[in-house]
């Protein structure tokens, strides 16, 4: 097996991710999960282009999950478990395609909000994926990576950022914390 899947969502973290497993020379594919999350369609379209600006392989996968708040307006975020479903279906993707690898990019700041995207958590999930022969990576968490690194790699890998979308909403709200954040490490 070789290769990495990288979740991409379209947004800075996980397109820069993509230049990062390009730079050490892996073979990557992009995977988008449509999890019925108000921004689906934006997103889907921006993981294509990241993808297809990186000239690899764009994969999408639909399944239907509990959004809990993130079902209430723009301003909620929080998808109970979402990494791991994530995972979880990244996994049996990287399987079915002989890849050895997932990546997710979540960022070291994102531990504060989010459990799922704390460094205990990637390496229990990294710990059960390894049982299937697929190892499971938070390059951004394990590096104590923040989101000005994080967009200086996106910076330096060549990333469209016109391209991302990094918003809870289907439309560019400017307020959730996903457009805040951006709009600060973009200036």
Same mark, same amino acid.
């Given at each position: 097996?070789?290769?990495?899947?990288?979740?991409?969502?379209?947004?800075?973290?996980?397109?820069?991710?993509?230049? &990062?497993?390009?730079?050490?020379? %892996?073979?990557?594919?992009? &995977? !988008?999960?449509?999890?019925?999350?108000?921004?689906?369609?934006?997103?889907?379209?921006?993981?294509?282009?990241?993808?297809? %600006? !990186?000239?690899?392989? %764009?994969?999408?996968? %639909?399944?239907?999950?509990?959004?809990?708040?993130?079902?209430?307006?723009?301003?909620?975020?929080?998808?109970?478990?979402?990494?791991? =479903?994530?995972?979880? &279906?990244?996994?049996? !993707?990287?399987?079915?395609?002989? !890849?050895?690898? =997932?990546?997710?990019?979540?960022?070291?700041?994102?531990?504060?909000?989010?459990?799922?995207?704390?460094?205990?958590?990637?390496?229990?999930?990294?710990?059960?994926?390894?049982?299937?022969?697929?190892? =499971?990576?938070?390059?951004?968490?394990? $590096?104590?990576?923040?989101?000005?690194?994080?967009?200086?790699?996106?910076?330096?890998? $060549?990333?469209?950022?016109?391209?991302?979308?990094?918003?809870?909403?289907?439309?560019?709200?400017? =307020?959730?914390?996903?457009?805040?954040?951006?709009?600060?490490?973009?200036?």
């Amino acid at each position: 097996m070789s290769g990495i899947v990288v979740l991409c969502s379209g947004g800075i973290d996980s397109a820069a991710l993509i230049g &990062l497993a390009q730079e050490a020379g %892996h073979e990557v594919a992009a &995977l !988008f999960v449509d999890y019925g999350q108000p921004s689906y369609i934006k997103e889907g379209t921006a993981s294509f282009c990241v993808a297809e %600006h !990186f000239n690899v392989g %764009h994969y999408r996968i %639909h399944c239907n999950v509990r959004l809990g708040d993130m079902g209430k307006g723009s301003g909620a975020h929080v998808v109970p478990a979402r990494n791991m =479903v994530l995972i979880s &279906l990244a996994v049996n !993707f990287a399987l079915s395609k002989d !890849f050895d690898e =997932v990546w997710l990019g979540a960022i070291s700041d994102d531990y504060l909000e989010y459990t799922d995207c704390r460094l205990g958590f990637a390496i229990g999930l990294d710990r059960a994926s390894e049982m299937l022969g697929v190892r =499971v990576r938070y390059p951004w968490v394990n $590096g104590q990576r923040g989101k000005s690194f994080v967009t200086g790699a996106a910076r330096r890998y $060549g990333v469209p950022f016109e391209k991302t979308y990094s918003c809870y909403a289907s439309k560019k709200c400017g =307020v959730c914390p996903s457009c805040l954040e951006r709009a600060r490490v973009l200036k």
